[in-house]
């Protein structure tokens, strides 16, 4: 859908025949790979000059990514009030044709002339007839119906008795559940190593605070996993001292030993590496954390070694 | 221990522990916060208990917090009546040896180790009640004489490393809740803030708000509830101070806090701590349950009508939340996001009630200023900013530590005389960076600059929670200023688009620069893009989050240039521009490099000189780090 097409794109550049020698017969339509703002406007361009525009989209619907946006950089402009005349502009437009909902499946030929075959995808919409009344949207029976992806559906593991009793203890023990969710969560994440979804949702349930809001404050702090964690965690200071003295270093070797990227756990399970800002302990930089242990003046030939102690 | 409920109750208390203290026999304390126990301590408490166990003889052993000398990590400290020596670098049979000399009360044969000292401390009330300690070991340095600590003056950190942090009476003995004490006996709230006003006291978090005009707007604002809060969110990179405070003394923070409650008529105290700071949680804890027993905290204290209670919140990573906005919504439970002032916390804050929010330092330094008045403290510092300013001197430096030194000292004093200079001998300091991703990287040819908030600020750095840290020719200043944009990037909460977009096309184009791709017209884009973010972000986070990248461009623009111009990093240290080569005529072909070589990029020649293959090489820099006869170049 993003494809900024270079190929499309030199077909648009108008100057007959300039860049393949020998190339009179140039069609005069353009097909705009992408409807972002980028391709709406382009297509708009082209389409006022007078081609005739294919505006194509993977999407069912044009616009692309800025209509989820609210404010735009630097200048904070509202999003939808940049984009929404284009779109409404792209759709009445007499020379743009709008190809929604289809992907290019191949592209064949040379600037200024392309054969380019489109797959669109089943709509099960007759486009010629609907006037966009929207009708069926609200009247569909299964609108509102959630359909979880299929292994979501497998994988819904039941609360052990155990897990059951420790939530109910922290709840009961915390009279103010909402205001103190920060440290309810902590205490879930201590005893389950992460925040596991089906925990989550019973803390939930049983306190009617939403599980969104939840899952916002543990995607917004570090200190939150939604994936599991591994036995150990490694923490790579990443504090100024550390850097100046190479923890960048420490943290590249790691994930080479470890197989594993930052935030990662290795298969087995037994180590997370991520990195952390400042653990306050920078007149020994470099610093390196585990668990509870912190290791100073670490040296990169030395890590193998302190791995072998866990 | 029973509530105290009396002025007199208390001073007897005081004076009992006092007694106890300065009085104790032969003791051991063994520097046990972070950095110490990162250094081993743990094992020297072992060695020492063991022998108080075994032939003690009257030996004791207590743990303290930490003197901020962290270079010379894990410390012990052996204080009798008569004397108090400091020893740093300790090893286990070392610690042996220092009980076995103190027993015997002969340490001719420590005269040749560099890190002994004797302290000079002594109890406030004039020196009838106890014996001051006199240097009776002539051989061992005087702490004046020592240049960490000659320059230093503690206010905040006055306690630090001398008490036992999980033992109020050692507090009590160092005058501890002694100022709370008086302000309920004078019960004259609005004297307190005048004193505070006068001593000319700045907050201490960074930004250096006047901390007395704080409480009285708080105090003046409308609102039956009221809240103090200790801002311990310490997220700044290279700054441990308010780690360090809690550590070794919390109670000089729970002091100082209700004291503020007093003043501007709160009656519950919140500390929000990083995550990251166990053991501070863990002192801090404890202090405020042994402050409820003795009844500094809780209902009616010391029989007066004032009552106030602490509770903790933890952190949970994120650095906005240092931002006192962010830190209130995270307080409450929510998504730490900063929300645009006015109105300011003083006037709707925790719950929409008018709160003072202070840095861990700032409430440490009430206490001292209430029991001796504001111009004891005013006297120290410079026209505009007061007392005393602790940093944390770190990176490529000799003495790194803890360090808390009058207000307008010099940069060079800071780093040269306390600081030791350069840690590795014949490089040179190229620059020093202060106040953190918000603050700015001054070169060398502003080091007489005095150190105060108007002086940083105008220099193009601030004076932020006090991170120093010391950057030799060896660091590239546009890497070090992609490490903070990387810093604010990943930290940006992304509620504003300036800070959440601009900070990450600023990284994107130091990227560039590092990676031997910049052009001149990046450098003008990196401007106009810095003074948008600047101008338009939400919060001090975006706001100040070009600085690092604006005060490299003002003071090393020639490094700038050599990357882009003749793609070269002049510090060696931008992998993309660098590569690794044996020198010959230096190379003594010891195959230390080959063996520590992770990659086995190192192509050994039997006896001639190895190779580099530069296609395996990852320039970690282990086989420079390593090589004893520097044959290993960069270039």
Same mark, same amino acid.
């Given at each position: ?8 794109? !030199?077909?648009?550049? #108008? ?22 703002? !980028? ?27 800025? !209509? ?40 064949? #030929? ?21 006037? #966009?009344? #929207? ?176 | ?25 032969? *003791? ?85 180790? $560099? ?12 020196? *009838? ?62 004297? +307190? ?48 101070? $308010? ?37 501070? %949680? =863990? ?36 650095? +906005? ?25 003083? =006037? ?13 330092? @700032?409430?440490?330094? %009430? ?20 007392? *005393? ?6 990176? @490529? ?5 803890? %360090? ?41 040819? =502003? ?55 601009? @900070? ?80 010959? $005529? ?50």
């Amino acid at each position: 859908m993003e494809a900024e097409s270079p190929r499309t794109d !030199s077909t648009t550049t #108008g100057q007959s025949g300039s860049l393949v020698a020998g190339v009179s017969n140039k069609v005069g339509s353009v097909l705009v790979v992408g409807s972002g703002i !980028s391709g709406m406007q382009a297509a708009l361009d082209l389409a006022n000059g007078g081609y005739y525009v294919y505006l194509l989209d993977s999407e069912p619907a044009i616009g692309g990514l800025m !209509s989820k946006l609210d404010k735009t950089f630097p200048t904070n402009d509202c999003a939808m009030c940049v984009m929404s005349p284009k779109l409404v502009d792209c759709g009445r437009h007499l020379n743009i044709e709008l190809v929604t909902y289809a992907d290019v499946k191949n592209i064949e #030929g040379v600037p200024g002339n392309y054969n380019v075959e489109i797959v669109r995808k089943a709509k099960s919409v007759d486009e010629e007839k609907c006037t #966009g009344c #929207g009708d069926c949207v609200t009247g569909c029976p299964s609108r509102y119906v959630v359909r979880p992806p299929d292994e979501a559906a497998q994988y819904a593991p039941e609360l052990t008795a155990d897990d059951k009793d420790f939530v109910d203890r922290l709840l009961r023990e915390e009279p103010d559940v909402e205001g103190n969710l920060l440290a309810v969560l902590q205490d879930v994440s201590e005893y389950c190593r992460f925040l596991p979804e089906h925990v989550l949702k019973y803390v939930s349930d049983a306190t009617g605070i939403p599980l969104a809001r939840m899952i916002s404050i543990a995607t917004f702090y570090d200190a939150f996993s939604l994936e599991p964690r591994g036995e150990h965690t490694i923490s790579v200071c990443m504090g100024t001292a550390c850097h100046v003295k190479g923890s960048g270093l420490l943290q590249s070797r790691l994930q080479d030993i470890l197989q594993i990227g930052n935030g990662e756990t290795t298969t087995d399970g037994k180590f997370t590496l991520q990195t952390v800002r400042c653990i306050g302990c920078c007149a020994l930089a470099p610093a390196v954390r585990i668990d509870d242990e912190t290791f100073g003046f670490v040296m990169v030939r030395g890590l193998e070694k302190i791995l072998k102690r866990f | 221990m029973a509530r105290i409920n009396t002025q007199a109750e208390f001073e007897r208390v005081a004076k009992e522990a006092a007694g106890r203290y300065w009085g104790r026999g032969l *003791t051991v304390r063994v520097g046990m916060a972070s950095c110490g126990l990162a250094a081993g301590a743990n094992a020297l408490y072992d060695v020492a208990a063991e022998r108080v166990k075994g032939n003690g003889n009257g030996l004791s052993l207590s743990r303290v917090g930490c003197r901020g000398s962290c270079v010379v990590e894990p410390m012990v400290d052996v204080v009798s009546p008569d004397f108090h020596l400091t020893f740093g670098n300790v090893t286990k049979a070392g610690l042996e040896s220092i009980i076995d000399a103190a027993q015997a009360n002969d340490f001719s044969s420590f005269e040749d180790a $560099d890190a002994v000292w004797q302290e000079r401390d002594a109890p406030r009330t004039d020196g *009838t009640l106890y014996t001051t300690r006199r240097g009776t070991h002539a051989q061992i340095p005087d702490i004046s004489a020592i240049p960490f600590y000659a320059p230093q003056r503690k206010i905040v950190t006055r306690n630090c490393g001398l008490i036992d942090p999980f033992d109020i009476e050692e507090s009590l003995a160092r005058d501890g809740y002694a100022a709370l004490v008086k302000v309920l006996t004078e019960n004259d709230p609005e004297g +307190v803030i005048e004193t505070v006003l006068a001593s000319g006291l700045r907050g201490r978090g960074g930004a250096g708000f006047p901390t007395g005009r704080k409480w009285a707007l708080t105090r003046e604002a409308a609102g039956d509830e009221k809240y103090v809060f200790v801002n311990a969110d310490e997220g700044d990179p290279g700054a441990f101070m $308010d780690r360090s405070v809690l550590e070794s003394d919390p109670h000089a923070v729970l002091e100082g806090l209700a004291i503020g409650a007093f003043a501007i008529g709160a009656s519950e105290g919140i500390v929000y701590v990083r995550a990251e700071y166990p053991l501070a %949680v =863990q002192t801090l804890r404890n202090a405020i349950v042994q402050a409820r027993e003795y009844g500094f905290l809780g209902e009616n204290i010391l029989g007066t009508s004032f009552s106030f209670d602490v509770s903790i919140r933890i952190g949970a990573g994120a650095f +906005v939340c240092g931002e006192e906005t962010a830190l209130i919504a995270s307080a409450e439970g929510r998504v730490g996001e900063p929300r645009p002032r006015p109105p300011y916390p003083a =006037q709707s804050g925790y719950k929409g009630a008018p709160t003072v929010i202070n840095n861990v330092k @700032t409430w440490s330094a %009430v206490a001292p200023i209430i029991l001796n008045g504001a111009e004891w403290f005013a006297e120290v510092g410079t026209e505009s900013s007061k007392g *005393t300013a602790v940093f944390c001197v770190t990176g @490529t430096i000799k003495n790194t530590g803890l %360090v808390e030194v009058p207000m307008g000292m010099t940069l060079r004093e800071i780093i040269y005389d306390v600081g030791g200079g350069p840690e590795r001998a014949g490089s040179e300091i190229k620059a020093v960076q202060t106040g953190g991703p918000s603050g700015g990287c001054l070169p060398k040819d =502003q080091f007489d600059l005095a150190v105060d908030y108007e002086k940083l600020t105008e220099a193009g750095s601030m004076m932020g929670s006090g991170g120093m840290i010391v950057v030799d020719d060896r660091t590239c200043m546009v890497s070090l200023a992609k490490f903070f944009l990387n810093f604010t990037m990943d930290e940006s909460c992304g509620k504003c688009t300036p800070c959440r977009e601009g @900070t990450r096309r600023m990284h994107d184009l130091l990227e560039k620069i590092t990676s031997g791709e910049g052009t001149e017209e990046d450098i003008a884009f990196l401007e106009e893009l810095a003074s948008y973010v600047k101008d338009t972000s939400l919060c001090g986070l975006g706001a100040t989050a070009p600085n690092p990248v604006l005060s490299t461009l003002k003071y090393f623009r020639d490094e700038y240039d050599a990357h882009i111009r003749e793609r070269r990093c002049p510090a060696g240290e931008c992998e993309a521009l660098i590569s690794f080569r044996v020198v010959p $005529d230096k190379c003594t072909v010891c195959g230390a490099c080959a063996k520590v070589c992770p990659v086995n990029a190192v192509v050994e020649a039997g006896k001639a000189p190895p190779t580099i293959d530069q296609d395996a090489c990852t320039r970690c820099r282990t086989c420079f780090e390593v090589c004893p006869s520097d044959a290993i170049l960069i270039e």
